[in-house]
């Protein structure tokens, strides 16, 4: 099986670095905290750009720093792509030179061949003759993640690489990076705070508090954990994976389907048995003890409550198991009371058809 080994120890005195992972060598694992949490440090330990004095990677099987045997591969002979915040593009090359640039590195057959893949999945073709103060800032970053991956990398590595962007231009990006984990057999490693990026991108989330490991684990295990500050903040979400089933065009909605039921959202532009991931915020749960007969929410699915917490200013957070997927509602603890929640109790969920859709 692959997967990804990062062990290190690293102190700064006012900063400590300290995290044991074990993550899946494919899909993308997402480093999730506010600033500070160490997420930039434990990613440079990985790279190798950072050196802790107490530290163990393995990629796959292979092996690139082990303290105890006094092993530190450099990073230039690290089978690695790196993105930074910046696209740090060389400004008197074009694109396609700033491409052909990366090549020089490796000496591999297959070299171009990976280089017009990358150039394909993240749809620059018409941009090889610019330079890149010709560039959106979405495009720069595009040329640069091609320009890591056609270095042929055993793993990507990437850093807050939309923090520079404003929000049109993370749009415009969005889609393209959704599609690596689809499109790649390497792991991507990828760091950020916004939680937005984490409901499109992540396959795994780890959440970084004070250079330690808060919880980790696949996404719908993390958004959905009451232990862990995602359950309680106020832009609170599970991501469910569904495939697009009937178009119901005289209403403008989709109808997708998951395991266990349906939904019905905002019509979307896709073929039937499209994969797709819905986002629903805590905010757009509530909860009912009878099916209604009479409302204007089209989302009304049996539940069962597997989890409660207290929330903040007055809310509780209930964890409800539809089917096979966890969602999460933010109700107040009066309807708490009044409706004489527990856990096990059957229950409907409703869920408004405000929830974000999210192209997979």
């Not at 923090?163 to 990076?177: C, G, N, T, W, Y």
């Not at 309680?232 to 039921?261: H, I, K, M, N, P």
């Not at 007969?293 to 597997?306: C, D, K, M």
Request: with cysteine; aromatic share 6%; net charge negative.
């Amino acid at each position: 099986m692959n997967t990804i080994q990062a062990r290190f120890q690293l102190d700064y005195g006012e900063f400590k670095l300290e995290v044991d992972l074990q993550l899946p060598g494919t899909g993308i694992t997402v480093l999730f905290g506010d600033s500070g949490s160490g997420k930039t440090t434990l990613l440079r330990c990985i790279a190798g750009l950072q050196q802790a004095p107490q530290g163990f990677v393995k990629i796959n099987g292979t092996l690139w720093q082990d303290s105890e045997r006094q092993l530190f591969l450099p990073t230039y002979k690290r089978s690695l792509g790196y993105v930074f915040q910046d696209a740090n593009l060389f400004p008197h090359l074009t694109v396609l030179d700033n491409l052909y640039y990366g090549l020089t590195r490796i000496k591999q057959n297959n070299g171009m061949e990976k280089l017009l893949l990358a150039i394909e999945l993240l749809g620059i073709g018409h941009l090889m003759a610019r330079m890149p103060e010709r560039l959106s800032g979405g495009e720069r970053q595009r040329v640069a993640i091609a320009r890591a991956l056609a270095l042929n990398p055993d793993i990507l590595l990437m850093d807050e690489p939309l923090a520079s962007l404003d929000f049109k231009r993370k749009q415009e990006i969005l889609p393209f990076l959704s599609s690596l984990h689809q499109q790649l057999d390497i792991p991507v490693v990828y760091v950020t705070h916004s939680e937005q990026e984490v409901a499109q991108l992540a396959d795994t989330l780890v959440i970084l508090e004070a250079g330690r490991v808060v919880a980790a684990g696949p996404l719908s295990d993390m958004q959905s954990r009451l232990d862990v500050p995602l359950a309680q903040d106020r832009s609170a979400a599970t991501v469910w994976q569904v495939l697009v089933a009937e178009q119901e065009v005289d209403y403008q909605l989709t109808r997708v389907e998951f395991a266990g039921g349906s939904l019905s959202i905002p019509v979307v532009d896709a073929e039937i048995g499209t994969p797709l991931r819905v986002q629903i915020y805590a905010r757009d749960v509530s909860i009912a003890l009878e099916a209604p007969t009479a409302t204007s929410i089209l989302n009304v699915l049996p539940a069962i409550i597997t989890g409660m917490a207290e929330g903040r200013s007055g809310q509780s957070v209930i964890r409800l198991q539809v089917g096979k997927q966890t969602l999460l509602a933010h109700i107040t603890r009066k309807s708490v009371l009044l409706l004489g929640l527990q856990i096990d109790m059957a229950v409907y969920a409703q869920i408004k058809g405000v929830s974000t859709l999210i192209h997979q």
